[in-house]
């Protein structure tokens, strides 16, 4: 029973939403101006249907009225009925002129075969002028309204002339339900007029919140190009002279130590221009990394490392920077407590962050100390700080030192120059690595500033031999043979020769194409050191295919380390999709590429 119940609930619905379609005005897409006339027509139309039934009852129910009138009614209703269904084809601007035209003729023929302009039906002339100002606006009211006036006047001559038939008034109930239809009608006239009013306005204001939120979109967009063209002109202002002063060193000190042959003069010489490498290197990789960052694809590394040989290298950075600044400085680097020396983390960024802590610090003191103290604050944390004697941080504006390209003020740039990179970098850093950085009044209440960089580890088992990064002389890869892949003279001439003096017996190739040729016909390959960007065949493509003759012949895969300029997350993805073991980013840090042959190498044949 209830089955049935709901099934003919489901068909009365289902006509209900059809009727309820039929009834709907049609909408048009991309054409707002064309669908809501349609909707004005649709309701118009409506409204019409419903007037004339109620006249039509009123005539055929007992009131005396012409024969031609009721006549009129039946055509009028079959044709409000067609034009509905034309309106549905689209042709709503024929449609709604035909519609007023017809409306207007068959109110004078109404009020004339009526017999006087004081019927009822004289007064829908302002339906008639309502109907063509929601269509066309003020043209269309200012049209009807002349057009009725015209015709009502018209009709008062007509009739002082005697020419209208004398109506035949006699009092009905059916009168009084005529008159109560139409006053329904007017009702819904104005209730249809008023929500629709509320839904114009609600429409325009939806439209001004978009327009706004438009404008709104505009002025931020304008607001960052404005920021990043000043972004770029502090970038290469700071920049400018960071950049010219160890190329200075370079080129000048090159040409002295060609016109020089004294071997104690030159190796003075190379020395400072090592020195000046280095700095033009690290101002360099501030720069990428600042880009790198904020675009997101700066990768975080988990590999072991030891942090005895992280802070040797720290002292001899910073022995080099007090050196070239020509201040009395004692820089020192202790540790407090405990602290582990074999770690997992990433040992270039947290060397990096330590680097330019250090730089800051020895850049504003101008005579004392810097001293660097290495500490747990957390059995899982590391604490790297350094304390110096410079010219402090105002508590005001600690957090803007911390922002790209931000110092104290101008003045403090022209004195102590850098470009404004260091501290914007290693923040960005600490976060990645989920640690923090910040700077606080030294401990003892001395001038000067003391820099924290907290980031946390794993420690790495004893036995792990990843954890030792073997120096030069250390290892013994005597008997090795690499293919070195590298389009590049310059880069191919330097890597040769470092790999020569690890022992390494080094095959060139310039290109992918040439690549494979030689690993085919080198059967016994130890290693394989690849470039990315060449001519031909680039290094992806290269290991992808040596990848796929090893799998094809059964062949042992054969370590491949990627060297390459291109230093995003997803260009080192790229090149472990291709087959590579690791990708080190140039410039290379030679240290790095000795542990990673070491690993990829010695440890994998004393396995096997």
């Not at 190739?509 to 690549?515: L, P, Q």
Request: charged share 20%.
């Amino acid at each position: 029973m209830q089955g049935k119940t709901s099934q003919k609930r489901m068909r009365l619905q289902k006509r209900g939403s059809g009727w309820m379609r039929w009834m709907a005005a049609p909408v048009f897409p991309g054409d707002s101006l064309k669908s809501r006339r349609a909707e004005l027509m649709n309701t118009l139309f409506l409204i019409s249907f419903a007037y004339i039934i109620i006249v039509l009852i009123g005539n055929l129910w007992g009131q005396n009225v012409p024969q031609s009138m009721i006549l009129l009614n039946l055509a009028l209703l079959a044709i409000f009925f067609a034009f509905r269904l034309i309106l549905k084809s689209g042709y709503v601007d024929f449609i709604s002129i035909l519609l007023l035209c017809i409306t207007f003729l068959y109110l004078i023929f109404a009020s004339w075969s009526l017999g006087t302009i004081r019927t009822p039906t004289t007064a829908i002339f302002t339906l008639f002028v309502i109907g063509a100002g929601f269509l066309y606006g003020p043209r269309g009211i200012l049209v009807s309204s002349v057009l009725s006036s015209l015709a009502v006047g018209a009709l008062v001559l007509a009739e002082n002339a005697g020419w209208l038939p004398v109506p035949d008034y006699s009092v009905s109930i059916t009168q009084w339900i005529t008159y109560t239809g139409l006053f329904a009608i007017s009702g819904a006239t104005v209730y249809w007029a008023n929500g629709h009013m509320r839904k114009s306005l609600k429409g325009a204001e939806l439209e001004l919140r978009r327009r706004q939120k438009i404008e709104q979109q505009l002025v931020q967009a304008k607001e960052k190009a404005e920021q990043d063209d000043r972004y770029k002109s502090r970038l290469l202002s700071n920049v400018s002279h960071e950049l010219r002063t160890p190329l200075n060193a370079l080129v000048g000190y090159t040409e002295l130590l060609m016109l020089n042959d004294d071997q104690e003069v030159r190796q003075k010489y190379l020395k400072i221009i090592h020195d000046s490498g280095i700095m033009l290197s690290t101002l360099i990789n501030d720069i990428l990394d600042l880009s790198i960052i904020q675009t997101g694809q700066l990768s975080i590394e988990k590999i072991p490392f030891s942090l005895n040989e992280a802070s040797d290298k720290l002292q001899s950075y910073g022995d080099m920077l007090v050196q070239q600044c020509g201040k009395e400085i004692q820089f020192t680097i202790r540790q407090s407590g405990t602290v582990v020396q074999n770690i997992t983390g990433d040992p270039v960024r947290i060397m990096q962050a330590m680097i330019n802590l250090v730089s800051n610090a020895i850049k504003f003191t101008y005579a004392g100390a810097v001293e660097c103290v290495f500490s747990m604050p957390a059995a899982d944390k590391i604490e790297f700080r350094v304390n110096d004697l410079g010219i402090g941080v105002p508590e005001a504006q600690r957090e803007r030192i911390f922002r790209p390209f931000e110092q104290l003020d101008q003045s403090t740039t022209r004195r102590y120059g850098g470009a404004g990179l260091g501290l914007a970098i290693t923040k960005e850093i600490a976060e990645l690595l989920g640690g923090t950085v910040g700077v606080e009044d030294r401990p003892d209440n001395r001038q000067g500033s003391s820099f924290y960089f907290i980031f946390p580890f794993e420690p790495v088992a004893e036995q792990d031999p990843g954890a030792i990064q073997h120096p030069y002389n250390a290892l013994d890869f005597s008997n090795k043979k690499a293919l070195l892949v590298d389009d590049n003279d310059v880069n191919l001439m330097l890597t040769t020769r470092l790999l020569e003096r690890l022992g390494i017996f080094v095959i060139p190739a310039k290109n992918g194409i040439e690549a494979i040729a030689k690993f085919t016909n080198t059967p016994d390959l130890d290693l394989i050191l690849m470039d990315i960007q060449m001519p031909g065949m680039d290094g992806n493509q290269a290991t992808q295919r040596i990848r796929e003759i090893e799998s094809l012949e059964n062949k042992k895969p054969i370590p491949i380390i990627t060297l390459s300029a291109d230093a995003l997350k997803a260009d080192k993805e790229r090149s472990r999709l291709a087959g590579s073991n690791a990708h080190l980013s140039k410039p290379l840090d030679y240290q790095r590429l000795i542990t990673a042959i070491h690993r990829f190498v010695i440890e994998r044949d004393s396995v096997n």
